[in-house]
């Protein structure tokens, strides 16, 4: 049980395109939704906190209208990066929290690479 | 949110018991302590979650003093496929439970 799934698994994209991803919690609901950016040979850091219902809550200097993020049901949350640039290129990583247990769950990540 | 610390990496040999101790002076006391494992290019995956004395499941177990200011993973027995970065991390239970990552520890193990 608690698994969650993130697709794409890989996107490629030109510069000034917008990519989605989704993240989905597969057998359990998840009030709450976490997204992660990770870099090579670097620790998770946390992007934002995805709540079912409202608006997400921002890490400081995540820009707000560039990742959007929409928490629409419980077991479903999106991550649009909007007019993406090279620098954007990374490893995104959505969690899920399972109330229950109040212990979170990673997906397996979405690589995007901007040209 | 608590801060930890960790070694940034270790050495083992399969066969041998790995215990990665990590420090959190600040933890508060509505916090779990929480260890997961990753490896490169997916996502990281719970081993164990505690949040006083000890805590045993069939991959790990879990340590933690009476003063929960550190706590120590302990791996049994691992092998080739235990090489991985593994990051401890405390978070309130309850409310939206954000984590924030450390550095982790990068555990490589040897024949």
């Known amino acids: 049980g608690a698994v969650v799934s993130q697709h794409p698994s890989r996107v490629i994209c030109k510069s000034g395109t917008s990519v989605k991803i989704e993240c989905r919690s597969l057998d359990f609901q998840a009030t709450t939704m976490f997204w992660y950016r990770q870099f090579p040979k670097q620790s998770l850091m946390l992007m934002a906190t995805s709540n079912e219902g409202s608006k997400a809550t921002y890490e400081q200097g995540v820009e707000k209208d560039k990742f959007l993020i929409n928490h629409a049901s419980l077991t479903l949350s999106t991550l649009t990066v909007t007019s993406a640039h090279p620098e954007d290129s990374s490893f995104y990583i959505c969690?899920?929290?399972?109330?229950?247990?109040?212990?979170?769950?990673f997906g397996p990540g979405t690589r995007l690479t901007v040209l | 949110l608590a801060k930890t610390t960790q070694p940034i990496s270790m050495d083992s040999y399969e066969g041998q018991e790995v215990n990665i101790t990590c420090s959190h002076n600040n933890i508060a006391t509505n916090d779990y302590i929480t260890w997961y494992q990753q490896f490169p290019s997916q996502g990281p995956r719970f081993i164990i979650q505690?949040?006083?004395t000890k805590v045993t499941n069939e991959v790990a177990s879990l340590f933690i003093p009476a003063d929960r200011k550190s706590s120590t993973l302990s791996l049994p027995r691992v092998s080739l496929s235990d090489t991985a970065v593994y990051y401890c991390l405390v978070g309130f239970s309850g409310g939206y439970n954000k984590l924030i990552f450390g550095a982790g520890t990068r555990l490589a193990v040897h024949p």
């Open positions: 969690s899920a929290r399972l109330a229950d247990t109040d212990t979170q769950y």
């Open positions: 505690g949040y006083k």
